[in-house]
């Protein structure tokens, strides 16, 4: 992978000419037998090792972290509701990220050459919009169903159900395929005859303005806006429910129940608001710049950003539930091969 080039410098003195010097100058290409082959970037050995596991530990990371969240609502029963489909969900898509996204971008960044050709450029383009669409779609219809449970408990076993949930999920992922596939046919990322290139080397798709302002308003500001309001709905119907409480506060008993609520709407506003911050400051800045003109090494950084999302999901959605903490030890300590294991009551105290 590498090419010598011999530069010869001019020396001049005056009007005459004196002398030719020769020096060799070594450039990696990134296919060397090609000669529209773009150029490697130089990097020690020492950077190759560094940047090869910190990305490969973090893959890894999010793989395991969302793989245990896939493997305790799949295999406990007690944990088979509504809320934690969409979780599970959720976990699938974040763990598509570590498994797929995340390796294939860590060469991409440090090889700084494309070694996949223009068709998988191409399916990895569609492939990464729809998980990231999807990720978002997941986080709105967490939204919904919080927003049904806290507003609206009675009515809550019959508005959101098992099946229903489960049809949510299916008809976001179709239309987000739907809608990736028609920007995919429209800015050519699977028509690689048609895809124009500085040099071969590279993954780099030409994408319209007017398909990225859709975008932005497609995959982020519509998300956002819609997550925001549930979620300012919700703060509002907990903050008149511990009003309540309050008002009802008398003797001692009830001083100790009033203050046993407050403490756990505190923690579900705490855990609401730490998941709409998050996802707002990785979001924000990728989404901005994807718009303006910035250099590569920003977009990288911010696109990293968003990735490095999907191992913390996991952390904000799933470890602040006992039952996570519990179903962990399970499948660690693998008691989940022993039978009726599945039966376990994770939500009891004494196992």
């Known amino acids: 992978m590498k090419k010598k080039k011999k530069k010869k410098k001019k020396i001049v003195r005056g009007d005459s000419l004196m002398a030719f010097e020769t020096e060799d100058h070594e450039t990696h290409y990134c296919f060397p037998a090609i000669n529209s082959s773009c150029i490697k970037g130089k990097r020690s050995s020492h950077e190759y090792n560094i940047m090869y596991v910190f990305f490969s530990l973090l893959s890894a990371w999010t793989v395991f972290l969302n793989l245990l969240v896939i493997i305790s609502i799949s295999h406990f029963k007690k944990l088979h509701t509504p809320t934690n489909l969409l979780i599970l969900s959720l976990a699938v898509v974040d763990l598509l990220v570590g498994l797929i996204v995340m390796p294939v971008e860590a060469i991409k960044l440090i090889e700084t050459c494309w070694y996949f050709g223009d068709s998988y450029c191409g399916l990895f383009t569609f492939t990464l919009n729809l ?149 707002l400051l990785f979001w924000i800045p990728y989404y901005i710049c994807s718009l303006s003109a910035v250099s590569s090494t920003t977009i990288n950084l911010l696109s990293w950003v968003v990735y490095v999302n999907s191992g913390l999901n996991p952390l904000i959605y799933a470890l ?24 376990v009551n994770v939500f009891t105290e004494h196992q």
Not at 145 to 159: E, G, I, S, T
Not at 332 to 338: A, S, V
């Open 131 to 279: 998980i990231i669409s999807a990720s978002l779609s997941n986080l709105v219809l967490i939204a919904i169903d919080r927003f049904v449970a806290v507003c609206y408990p009675l009515q809550y076993p019959q508005k959101i159900t098992t099946t229903k949930t489960l049809i949510s999920i299916c008809l976001g992922w179709l239309y987000f395929s739907a809608y990736c596939t028609s920007c995919g046919i429209n800015n050519g990322y699977f028509i690689t005859s048609h895809r124009r290139h500085a040099c071969y080397g590279e993954c780099a798709i030409i994408v319209s303005f007017a398909w990225r302002v859709t975008d932005l308003f497609v995959f982020f500001f519509l998300p956002c806006i819609l997550i925001i309001i549930f979620y300012i709905r919700i703060f509002y119907v907990v903050h008149q429910q511990v009003k309540v409480i309050n008002s009802l506060v008398k003797g001692g008993k009830s001083v100790m129940e009033g203050s046993v609520r407050r403490k756990s709407e505190r923690k579900a506003a705490l855990t609401l608001g730490i998941i709409v911050t998050v996802h």
């Open 320 to 343: 602040f539930y006992p039952w996570f903490r519990k179903t962990v030890k399970h499948i660690l300590t693998l008691k989940i091969f022993q039978p009726a294991s599945s039966l």
